[in-house]
């Protein structure tokens, strides 16, 4: 049912009141999800079971379209003006329509994301080793969906993807794309061999990896990009059969190539764009 709010100090809207990501994982590993496309695509999520609804909050002109979406969850729609949606909460970018969230008692592991992968056939994974940034992990997921990889690997170290500045920034593609958390992504990657004949490989920017240009990639292939600052760690690059870069101009100087003192590099979002593209598309 609708439930209109018309006061800012009504006790419904505290849930939304200028909350810090940090505050709604400790009150039941609850999350922020804002914009209309955004919280559709959290609802769908919500529809498989993978998430649960604690609140929606959306102005008079979305009423009707989220309370035909929430339907099946019996959940009540909470309806304020912009202008008090905008005050309680604190967010200017909201579009007219919040939700608070609720994740799995344990995220996805290795077994999950290998599960909602084909068995047999091509694909293409991306595994993440440390990004801590949530503009490039928000943006890989984005990436990731828009062209087409099976799902992500996150390890220990990576940043959670349910931040709402990730979420935001994936355009909600971290309720769609399938992805998963380990402990230890060196050693994920040993179990991905035998258990879902993917081979890895590293994209980093070493002077002996091969160019992306002359590399023939497996069919069923997982990219790793590694941290913003240090790169793919020792034991992860060593785990990972084969290591690839992604070429510059070839009239680099030395101090500006891989490994050099001015090196030039790019971010692991736009790095993971290039690799992934290559990757789905290679021979076509």
Not at 51 to 66: G, K, M, N, S, Y
Not at 120 to 149: K, Q, S
Not at 228 to 239: K, N, R, S, W, Y
């Amino acid at each position: 049912m609708i439930v209109r709010i018309t006061e800012l100090d009504d006790v419904r809207l505290d849930p939304f009141r200028r909350t810090r990501d940090r505050d709604l994982r400790a009150d039941g590993g609850r999350f922020v999800v804002e914009s209309p496309r955004v919280v559709s695509r959290f609802i769908d999520a919500a529809r498989e079971g993978r998430f649960t609804i604690d609140r929606l909050l959306v102005t008079p002109e979305h009423a009707a379209t989220f309370l035909s979406l929430a339907e099946p969850f019996d959940a009540d729609v909470h309806v304020a003006e912009e202008e008090l949606m905008t005050e309680a909460s604190g967010y200017h970018f909201h579009g007219g329509a919040l939700a608070i969230g609720c994740r799995p008692r344990l995220e996805p592991g290795l077994d999950e994301l290998i599960a909602s992968i084909p068995a047999a056939g091509p694909t293409v994974l991306i595994g993440l080793a440390g990004l801590t940034t949530m503009d490039n992990v928000g943006g890989i997921f984005r990436i990731g969906a828009a062209l087409g990889a099976g799902g992500i690997l996150l390890d220990d170290a990576c940043t959670d993807p349910l931040l709402r500045r990730c979420i935001r920034i994936s355009m909600g593609q971290v309720f769609r794309l399938p992805w998963a958390r380990v402990n230890s992504l060196s050693e994920a990657i040993g179990e991905l061999g035998p258990l879902a004949a993917v081979e890895s490989v590293a994209v980093e920017n070493l002077a002996d990896a091969t160019l992306l240009g002359d590399t023939a990639f497996p069919a069923r292939t997982m990219l790793v990009i590694g941290n913003e600052g240090h790169g793919i760690d020792p034991a992860t690059l060593a785990a990972c059969s084969r290591r690839v870069r992604i070429e510059g101009p070839s009239d680099l100087s030395a101090d500006e190539g891989p490994g050099g003192r001015d090196e030039r590099s790019l971010n692991a979002a736009t790095a993971t764009a290039i690799a992934l593209h290559a990757a789905m598309h290679q021979g076509h």
